[in-house]
């Protein structure tokens, strides 16, 4: 079965400063989702990678998946105490979206 | 709000008991997966139906069960409640590949 694991579990930076999160899989990544969780809440979706190389940005956000298609890194730049919470990777490791398996996640902390 | 509705928000069991929770995916939405959300276990998917049929299973208990009714609502039920069923539950609802998942707020389960 597939796995992703995620570096780092946690994350306290200044307001301000840059951070990037990695998520690496342990199969081929046919779909990779990012996600965001306060804590104790229902994931809001961030971004979803395909293609091996795709990159793609939302406000201070971006994620890109790398060319062998089994690592992807997510970069906030300029944080902010709104970036605070749990970023989870979920992969679709099949194909067919029957499931998506999840990363432990990294809980970060933005700091004033 | 993202359109999945799950109720209840909370609940509060004795072990031994047996509870339903309940999905309604988002409008449109055919595919509902119930996941499993703890501290020791992260994020773990349980099930998922699609249109009414069971498509995919994880690591769903044999005291846990789905299902998925013709209005596309879903229900999972958990009986023989044990302290370790304690988490939080969510339910996330998918129009097809490659538009990823819309997650509930999620119902938080407290066996005591």
């Known amino acids: 079965s597939q796995e992703l694991e995620q570096s780092p579990q946690s994350l306290i930076v200044q307001e301000g400063k840059n951070l990037t999160i990695n998520c690496t899989s342990s199969k081929t990544l046919y779909g990779l989702y990012w996600y965001k969780q306060k804590y104790g809440e229902g994931l809001i979706f961030l971004m979803m990678?395909?293609?091996?190389?795709e990159e793609k940005s939302h406000e201070k956000i971006t994620a890109k998946l790398d060319e062998k298609k089994q690592q992807s890194s997510l970069h906030i730049t300029a944080s902010q105490p709104s970036h605070a919470g749990i970023y989870l990777c979920g992969a679709d490791g099949t194909g067919t979206a029957s499931k998506l398996t999840f990363g432990t996640g990294t809980r970060l902390q933005v700091t004033l | 709000d993202s359109g999945v509705t799950q109720t209840p928000k909370h609940l509060i069991t004795a072990t031994g008991q047996r509870v339903t929770l309940r999905c309604s995916p988002r409008s449109g939405d055919l595919s509902v997966y119930w996941y499993q959300q703890s501290l020791d276990q992260g994020l773990q998917f349980l099930i998922q139906?699609?249109?009414?049929?069971?498509?995919a299973k994880g690591n769903i208990l044999e005291r846990f069960s789905a299902q998925q009714f013709p209005d596309l609502h879903s229900e999972l039920n958990l009986s023989s409640l044990e302290l370790g069923d304690s988490a939080l539950y969510f339910c996330a609802s998918s129009v097809g590949v490659n538009y990823g998942y819309t997650f509930g707020s999620g119902t938080r389960l407290t066996v005591v």
């Open positions: 139906y699609y249109n009414g049929e069971e498509r």
């Open positions: 990678l395909q293609k091996g190389g």
